[in-house]
């Protein structure tokens, strides 16, 4: 009796130190978790300063993006709502919590400073080390309208290794709006010196940055529009899915295709960049080369792998997975999934030090719809996961050579 105890407790200890293995042969491990997220602050007088002053409303602040480097990994917590006080950090052992470190520093979160940090949703560190960070420029635009801030969305591309920025790029009001866009999600070419970011709100669009140039445009087309009176039923509880623009978006490994989704709509496009690297072309022209892939289901981020590979999450089923982009989307594959723990999976990141993916789980839409629970009743809230992909499948930007390898800081370009 005591040796099959002994055995039992042993088999527990093994899966929560090494994950739980998944029907495709991935182990997935929980990195994080919170019931509500927490900063380094610089002490405990100025964390309740900022509850006082209303720069830090515990409620308000949803884990969203999530990307690794040399060991580290950064997160991101939208300015949706007022009182987030960091909106890019680093998530940091402080000896007695993980909690999120302002990165790169306090002073670049400061809201209404437009040299520092105003919003950010996403952003994504290629191989040289350089973090390409999408500021949305406005604030509180899930908030009542009386609160919305607008401002001038940017791409600022900051060096990790030299702690120092390379190039800010403020996004002309005829690219994204000041007043009425949402910056979402973005994708490099290391490559050929290019971005691509799409664009939720109006209607959804996908903006194209120029690294060579410095020049961005925008491509529009009515499959980015966003669908109207759709519902989306997780764990019981029926949601009403709003029109949503633009927002996942996935680059494939050989730069050569587009995928991009939005969350009120199951489909999923994809486009050649080759037309969408050509600024000459108008929308329309780009449009006619737009291809209609097939239903994924509801979902938020996509990734793409150096093995061809799609990654995606279907929100209904609180589960990952991955196609093969040379065999017809129905035979897309289970990698993992789990109704408590992994309701809405958010975004993705890579793990190039230990060949996994990285992915958020937020529970999104209670915390849209003011549902979810900050007393710990309902679990953790908000959580990092690391899963191995089949075939041991990386990043999308893996064996791809930047160009230019190297480039000095600039303050400003």
Same mark, same amino acid.
């Given at each position: 009796?005591?040796?099959?105890? /002994? ?113 950010? !949703? ?82 959804g669009g996908i903006v194209i940055y120029n690294f ?7 491509? +529009?087309?009515?499959?980015? $529009? ?26 494939? $490994? ?34 006619? $080369? ?5 239903? #994924? ?11 061809? !590979?799609?990654?995606?999450?279907? !929100?209904? !089923? ?10 017809? /989307? ?8 789990d109704n408590d723990t992994m309701e809405w999976i ?14 958020t789980s937020n529970k999104l839409l209670k915390w ?9 009743? +309902? ?25 230019? #390898? $190297? ?7």
């Amino acid at each position: 009796m005591f040796r099959s105890l /002994l055995v039992f407790f042993i088999l527990i200890l093994v899966s929560v130190i090494f994950g739980t293995p998944n029907p495709s042969g991935g182990d997935s491990e929980l990195l994080y978790e919170w019931v509500t997220l927490d900063y380094d602050w610089p002490s405990a007088a100025d964390r309740e300063a900022y509850i006082a002053s209303g720069r830090y409303i515990v409620e308000n602040n949803a884990l969203a993006g999530v990307k690794s480097y040399d060991g580290d990994i950064y997160v991101t917590v939208p300015r949706w709502r007022p009182g987030v006080p960091s909106t890019l950090n680093k998530v940091i052992n402080n000896g007695t919590a993980y909690v999120l470190q302002p990165y790169p520093s306090w002073a670049m979160q400061e809201v209404g400073n437009y040299s520092a940090l105003q919003f950010v !949703q996403s952003m994504e560190i290629d191989s040289r080390g350089w973090m390409w960070i999408l500021d949305v420029g406005r604030l509180n635009i899930l908030a009542n309208a009386s609160l919305i801030v607008n401002g001038p969305p940017k791409l600022i591309i900051w060096d990790l290794n030299a702690n120092c920025p390379v190039r800010e790029f403020v996004f002309p009001d005829d690219v994204l709006p000041y007043n009425n866009s949402w910056a979402n999600d973005i994708v490099v070419d290391q490559a050929n010196g290019f971005a691509y970011i799409t664009d939720t709100k109006p209607t959804g669009g996908i903006v194209i940055y120029n690294f060579n140039t410095n020049q961005a445009r925008r491509f +529009d087309d009515v499959s980015m $529009h966003g669908t109207q009176g759709n519902n989306i039923t997780i764990n019981g509880t029926t949601f009403v899915v709003a029109p949503m623009g633009t927002d996942g978006i996935a680059l494939s $490994h050989d730069l050569e295709t587009l995928y991009y989704c939005d969350l009120s709509n199951e489909n999923v496009f994809s486009v050649p960049t080759f037309y969408l690297r050509n600024f000459a072309l108008t929308s329309p022209e780009i449009a006619t $080369h737009l291809t209609n892939v097939g239903v #994924k289901g509801y979902s938020d981020g996509m990734t793409f792998t150096n093995q061809n !590979q799609l990654v995606f999450a279907n !929100q209904a !089923q609180s589960a990952l997975y991955v196609w093969d982009v040379t065999t017809p /989307l129905e035979e897309a594959q289970f990698v993992v999934g789990d109704n408590d723990t992994m309701e809405w999976i958010d975004t993705f990141g890579f793990n190039s030090e230990e060949g996994t993916l990285l992915f958020t789980s937020n529970k999104l839409l209670k915390w849209f719809y003011g549902s979810m629970q900050f007393d710990g009743s +309902d679990g953790a809230n908000f959580r990092v996961w690391s899963v191995s992909l089949p075939n041991g499948a990386g990043s999308y930007l893996m064996g791809v050579e930047p160009n230019p #390898k $190297h480039l000095t800081c600039l303050v400003e370009d």
